[in-house]
């Protein structure tokens, strides 16, 4: 897909992709999430992440949600281990309210203190509710477990505690630590020449003073293997298994993208869905995931399940583990991966927003975009003895940790 970079004097880059549609789509990502945070301040990325739509210097939260939301623009934002993200749909005449809007909410809020405790509010019922969902809350124990004592564990949203002693020196502290000029990208995907989307960008955003990127970041070291259960007050048993896995940098992330995709990804027909699901039917959802991360990643397979059946459920997967570690993909079978897996990622463009984020990350990491012809190229240039050697240290059950939820009784 075409696309143009214009990097401003602050180090802020304006990511320009043009497209027909009278849609545009707009985002700007920060290089900046949870594992930034200072183990007391467990959930602070996330708090600001909330509260920047609450009041500025000129706006209130009314006339924040307001601004683009009266011309049927949609607004939101999310926060991750490592990123922070404020996104926007819009009809293409509101370019500059969009971008202008992003502009006054990220660098110009003012996180007055009555706001603040009601987001805490708002925050602290959002961790009750995660914690209401055992197949939510095993994923963040079981991440605290993976990476335990590294900021990586910590759970996005924070703790009761955590959240609670959060202030105003803190949030702008973080900021200044954190949110770094040339770690930020504003990203469009719209009908517009790459001159007006300068123009428009350097408008909002050349002002902003210059805060250079300072790597702060610990990487994780590989953590003992731990196996560990508990009793809850559920119904069904949740299990969760997997380890420390490939960096956004590692030449084996393509394969492993694909090894996760054939084994318990997207769709019906993954190896593990098709056996524990659809011949035995033993879980309702059984599914892997493969997180790549700037210097490490997560690998991990989930599934809910009756009590009594867990050990036939794990005893199955484990079988189909050994089948992909010891008996190599043909030929046949790693194409057929590979053509699935591909046409996955060609239909994935057709969510232009998910697509315009993608690029703005990509931008961050790799100060690079690969066209789908080159990802295509590197999804095929993996082997079956690359897809063999992936297996055999990913899915080596003597390196697999595991986190069980059992009901009570």
Request: glycine share 6%; proline share 4%.
């Amino acid at each position: 897909m075409e696309y143009n970079v214009h990097t401003l004097p602050n180090g802020i880059r304006l990511l320009h992709v043009p497209s027909a549609s009278a849609i545009s789509h707009a985002c700007i990502i920060i290089n900046s999430g949870s594992r930034d945070e200072k183990a007391e301040q467990s959930g602070l990325a996330h708090f600001i992440e909330h509260l920047i739509f609450k009041r500025t210097a000129k706006r209130n939260t009314n006339q924040i949600l307001n601004r683009l939301e009266s011309v049927g623009a949609d607004l939101n934002a999310y926060t991750t281990k490592e990123y922070t993200c404020i996104h926007a749909s819009f009809l293409n005449p509101y370019l500059d309210r969009t971008l202008e809007l992003f502009n006054d909410i990220v660098f110009h809020s003012t996180f007055p203190e009555d706001e603040m405790e009601k987001e805490k509010s708002v925050i602290l019922d959002e961790i009750s509710s995660y914690l209401d969902q055992p197949e939510e809350a095993i994923c963040d124990d079981f991440e605290d477990l993976l990476w335990a004592g590294h900021p990586l564990g910590r759970n996005i949203l924070g703790t009761t505690e955590s959240v609670n002693k959060l202030n105003k020196k803190d949030i702008l502290q973080f900021i200044q630590d954190n949110y770094h000029t040339d770690k930020i990208v504003i990203a469009v995907l719209g009908n517009y020449s790459l001159n007006k989307l300068v123009k428009i960008g350097s408008k909002h955003y050349a002002d902003i003073p210059a805060n250079p990127y300072k790597n702060t970041r610990i990487v994780p070291v590989k953590a003992p293997v731990l196996i560990q259960s508990f009793q809850k007050p559920i119904q069904q048993s949740h299990i969760m298994m997997g380890t420390q896995a490939y960096s956004l940098h590692h030449p084996y992330k393509t394969g492993l993208l694909l090894l996760n995709n054939l084994l318990g990804g997207t769709g019906m027909s993954s190896i593990l869905n098709l056996q524990i699901r659809e011949k035995y039917g033993i879980a309702y959802t059984i599914e892997t995931s493969y997180s790549p991360l700037s210097d490490t990643g997560i690998f991990t397979l989930y599934f809910g399940t009756d009590k009594e059946k867990v050990n036939k459920a794990l005893a199955l997967i484990l079988k189909e583990f050994k089948k992909v570690k010891d008996k190599p993909l043909t030929e046949v079978q790693l194409q057929k991966a590979k053509n699935k897996f591909i046409g996955q990622i060609a239909l994935g463009e057709e969510n232009r927003i998910g697509l315009i984020v993608a690029m703005a990350k990509s931008l961050i990491d790799y100060d690079n975009i690969d066209s789908l012809e080159i990802i295509f190229k590197k999804i095929q240039a993996v082997s079956t003895a690359d897809m063999a050697n992936i297996a055999n240290e990913i899915l080596d059950e003597s390196n697999l940790t595991s986190l069980t939820f059992y009901p009570l009784g």
